[in-house]
C-alpha cells in the first residue's frame, strides 16, 4: 500500500523529463489526491455504500482540490500544505469537523424520541420482535441496566479526576468538562464509524482543544491531555459499538460482553504498558524515521497552535467553521423533510466531512471500491 506521493519525484522527473504530465502528478500527490492500492480499503468502500462513498469522493474533492488550493493561493496560510499547524491542511480540518458535529448534532436532536427510549429501563426496550432474537440471552435481564451504567461512569469520572489532577496537574472541574465533552463527541464518532467505518478521533480531539484553547489559555499540557480524554471515549465507544452490534446479532449476553471488556481492560493494563517500554527503550519514538509518530505531531502542533485561545484559528478559519456548521444543518433538516426518494441523493455530512480531515486517497480508494 504505498501512495504517488511517496515516490521520489526529483528522480521520475530527472529520468523522463520535466513534463506537464509528471508536474500534475506531483500537484496532485502533494494534497494526497493519490492512487492508493488497498484491497482494505476496497473493501471498506463495498460495504459502506455507493451513497456514502460518493459523499467521501466529493468532500475529497472539494477539500483537497478546491479549498485548500484556494486557501494556499489567497494566502490565508503560509506554510506546507501538509503542514496541520501553518498550512492548508490545517485550515480544511476546520470546517471538516464543523459540518460533521452539526451534522452529528442535528440529527440527535431530530431523533430526540430515540434519545429518550435510549435512557430507559432495559426491560422496557423493544429488542426487535422481527429479529428473532428471543434467546434467553436477549433477556431483559441480560441488559446493561441504568443502574451499571451509572455507577461505571461515576466511578471512572473519580478515577479520570484523581488521575488528571495527580499526574497533569488538571483542575477537576477541567476534567469534569472534558468528560462532558467526550459523551458528545462519543455519539459523534460511534455514528461516523457505523456509517462510514471511519473513527475520526483525530478530529474529534480538534473540537476539545478548541475549547480547552479558550478555557486553559497558554497550557499545552492541560490542551493535549483534555483532549485524550475526550478522544479515548469516542474511540472506545465506536469500537464496543461494534463488539455489541456483532453480538447482538449472534444472540450474545451484553452483560456478559461488558464485564469481559472490563476484564480486558485490567489485564491489558500488564500487558500494554510493559510493552510501550520495551519499544520506548528500542527506538526514539516521535524523533526518528523508524517511529515517527506523525498522529503525535500533529496533536502537538494544534495545541501550540490553539494555547492562544480562539485568537490563534487559522485566518478565516471561523468563516469556514460557521459554514461548515450550517451545511451540517442543512444536510440534517433536508433529510427529514425530503420525500423519501430525494433523500437518495442528498450526499451524507459526516462522510463529507471526514474527507477534510483523512487524505484524500482514503476517499477516493473507498469511492473506486463502492463503484466496482
Not at 459554514?323 to 451524507?348: C, D, E, I, M, N
Request: charged letters at 10%; one cysteine or more; proline letters at 5%.
Amino acid at each position: 500500500m504505498v501512495p504517488i506521493g511517496e515516490i521520489p519525484w526529483p528522480i521520475v522527473q530527472e529520468a523522463v523529463g520535466d513534463t506537464a504530465a509528471v508536474s500534475l502528478l506531483a500537484w496532485l500527490a502533494a494534497r494526497t489526491i493519490t492512487l492508493y492500492i488497498s484491497p482494505l480499503m476496497y473493501g471498506a468502500g463495498i460495504l459502506i455504500g455507493f451513497r456514502v462513498a460518493v459523499s467521501l469522493a466529493a468532500g475529497a474533492i472539494v477539500a483537497w482540490m478546491i479549498l485548500g488550493p484556494l486557501v494556499d493561493h489567497l494566502g490565508w496560510v503560509d506554510g506546507p500544505f501538509s503542514d496541520y499547524r501553518t498550512g492548508a491542511r490545517g485550515w480544511i480540518l476546520w470546517p471538516g469537523v464543523a459540518i460533521m458535529v452539526a451534522d452529528a448534532l442535528t440529527s440527535l436532536a431530530l431523533s430526540w424520541r430515540t434519545i429518550a427510549r435510549t435512557f430507559t429501563a432495559g426491560s422496557k426496550r423493544n429488542l426487535g420482535e422481527d429479529d428473532e432474537l428471543r434467546s434467553v440471552a436477549q433477556a431483559p435481564a441480560e441488559q446493561i441496566s441504568m443502574k451499571i451504567w451509572a455507577i461505571g461512569v461515576t466511578i471512572g469520572t473519580i478515577f479520570c479526576v484523581i488521575i488528571a489532577a495527580v499526574v497533569f496537574a488538571i483542575p477537576w472541574w477541567m476534567t469534569l468538562i472534558a468528560i462532558a465533552l467526550s459523551s458528545i463527541l462519543a455519539m459523534i464518532a460511534t455514528r461516523s464509524t457505523g456509517e462510514t467505518d471511519i473513527n475520526p478521533i483525530g478530529g474529534m480531539g480538534k473540537v476539545t482543544q478548541l475549547v480547552f484553547g479558550a478555557v486553559a489559555p497558554g497550557n499545552l499540557v492541560i490542551n493535549l491531555m483534555s483532549a485524550g480524554i475526550s478522544s479515548a471515549g469516542a474511540a472506545q465507544s465506536a469500537d464496543m459499538m461494534q463488539d455489541l452490534k456483532t453480538g447482538f446479532m449472534l444472540g450474545a449476553s451484553p452483560r456478559r460482553q461488558l464485564v469481559a471488556q472490563i476484564c480486558g481492560v485490567a489485564m491489558g493494563i500488564f500487558f500494554c504498558v510493559p510493552i510501550y517500554l520495551l519499544f520506548d527503550a528500542a527506538y526514539n519514538i516521535g524523533n526518528g524515521d523508524q517511529m515517527p509518530a506523525p498522529s503525535a505531531h500533529a496533536w502537538k502542533a494544534m495545541a501550540q497552535l490553539l494555547v492562544g485561545g480562539f485568537e490563534a484559528l487559522p485566518l478565516h478559519a471561523e468563516w469556514a467553521i460557521a459554514a461548515g456548521l450550517f451545511l451540517g444543518v442543512l444536510l440534517q433538516v433536508l433529510r427529514k423533510v425530503l420525500p423519501t426518494r430525494a433523500k437518495s441523493y442528498l450526499p451524507s455530512g459526516l462522510a463529507f466531512g471526514i474527507a477534510f480531515i483523512v487524505p484524500a486517497y482514503y476517499s477516493l480508494t473507498m469511492f473506486v471500491g463502492a463503484t466496482i
